[in-house]
Each structure stands twice: as structure tokens, then as C-alpha cells.
């Protein structure tokens, strides 16, 4: 249920289904922000779990101000919509990245939060727009209109929290960044089979051969675990080859993201035996 359309079946008939809807969105969305916020506590970011807690309680704060004023109708339009489905909260994307990620921070936290507001108004926008009568259309339109002031709210909460982590980040090359990654991987004994541990630190090895002399500075999060900083130089490398006008670090850099992509995916395998394991050592 991730889609613009994804909602309840058929167009909205009153003020009071809009209501309805809006209350099972905020939510779900609640349920959801504090599920990632248990998953990311656990993995000792105490941080990005406060940052989920204020999300879900806001969202709360939402559904219980939405029933304080919700319009009093009757009529089998409004029951209808008793338990509607609602469009999933995050994207796909972000959804695996809170999820999954050892690399969540403050800042991508109040990013996907910012991509969720969006999402909601892009969802008003449209039932707006298919509603059945005036009192419909316009309740659609008004949560249209707090969801847009929502996406501003979150912008200035992420301008605030991508200032506070340019400190918190490491600018180091590429290879340097990979001799630490096969370090780390090699010394990750009781969480990693050895010798999975070395064929993927081996992995590592080879990428920083393959790099050669090619200047590429990577951002990295300070003391970052295997897991972390696989993820960060997979994104280091996409980026980077995105930036670059150069035809051939261009094809340098896509073939180190498709080795990066290999490695991450064998490394995620290999935790993924030991769901325990991932968590402490993400």
C-alpha cells in the first residue's frame, strides 16, 4: 500500500469520511514510528529513537486533535469507511531504511519524515480531487493543506539537523575507508563465521586495489560498524558517480558501487542467520 491512490475504496462522500481516514493515517503512522524507534533503541541509537518517539507522538497529538474536532454525520458513506486502508506511511525505500540501516542518523530521519508529509499531501491532493460532493472535497483539501504546512515544519527540523552532523562526519579517501572496512571485518570474531569474515574483508582489499590512485573522499560516520560503513560506501560511491563529469571515473566508480552492492548483500546474508547479532552490531 504504498502508492498516491492507495487508500480506502471508492472516492470520499463527507466531511466525516475524510475525518475517518485522516485518524486511521496518523495512526498508522504512529504505530510505525515507534516500531523503528524500539529496533533503533536496540541497536544502542538512543538518538534517532528519541527523534521516532517525537514523530509518533506528534502523530498521536494528530489523531486525538482530528477526534476533538471531527464533524458529527451520519449515514452509510461514513460507515463504510469504519476501518479503511490507509497508504503505507514511508516509502518502499525508506520503509527498508528504517528497517534495516545501521546508518540512520538524525538527519535521515527528519528527511524521510519530511518525504512522508509530502506523501500525505500528494495522497489529499488526489482524494481531493476524486471526492464526491463539496463537504468531501474540501475536508480533503484542508488535510491537504495541514499536510503541506506539516512537509515546511519537518524541512526546518532537517536544515537543523544537517548542520549539527557535518561535524559528526569523517572525510577520508575511498581506499583508506576500505583497508578500515577489511580491518574491522577480520577482527569481528563471535559475530561473523571466519572464514566469511575473511572473504569479505578480502572483498575489501580488492575494491581498494581496484580504486588504484583514483581520488575519491568518502563521508563516513565516526566509529561506524562493518555494517555502517558497507552501507556508507556504497552510498559514497553512487554519489560520486553521479557527481562526476568524467567518463571514465564515472564507469570506475558505478563498477565499485555494483562490487559494493555485492559485498553488502553478502554481508546482510550473513548476519541475517543471527537477527541478534545484526542488532548489536548495528
Known sequence: MGGLT????????SAEDAVVLARAMARRAA????????????RGRADVAGILDELAEAESARDDALAAGAPRESGAASRSLATPE???PF??????????????????VRAAAVRAAERAFAFWSYQAAQARGEAARAAAEEMARRALHEAAARRRSRRAAFHAQRGS?????????????????????????????EALARLSDELAGF????KVGLDAPAGASPPSLAE??????????????????????????????DRLAALREELASDPAAFERWT
Request: glycine content about 6%; overall charge positive; proline content about 6%.
Open 86 to 88: 490507509t497508504p503505507a
Open 169 to 197: 562526519l569523517a572525510r577520508l579517501p575511498a581506499q583508506a575507508l576500505e583497508r578500515l572496512l577489511a580491518q574491522r571485518l577480520r577482527a569481528a570474531s563471535g559475530l561473523l563465521r571466519p572464514d566469511a569474515a
Open 31 to 42: 504505530l510505525a514510528y515507534r516500531r523503528c524507534a524500539e529496533a533503533t533503541r536496540r
Open 91 to 108: 516509502s518502499p525505500d525508506d520503509a527498508e531504511a528504517f528497517e534495516r540501516s545501521g546508518l540512520l542518523t538524525p538527519y535521515k
Open 232 to 261: 556508507a560506501l556504497l552510498d559514497g560511491y553512487l554519489a560520486a558517480a553521479a557527481a562526476t563529469r568524467d567518463e571514465a571515473a564515472q564507469t570506475l566508480l558505478q563498477e565499485a558501487a555494483r562490487r559494493a552492492v
Open 6 to 13: 492507495d487508500g480506502p475504496a471508492g472516492a470520499l462522500r
Open 211 to 214: 580504486l588504484g590512485a583514483t
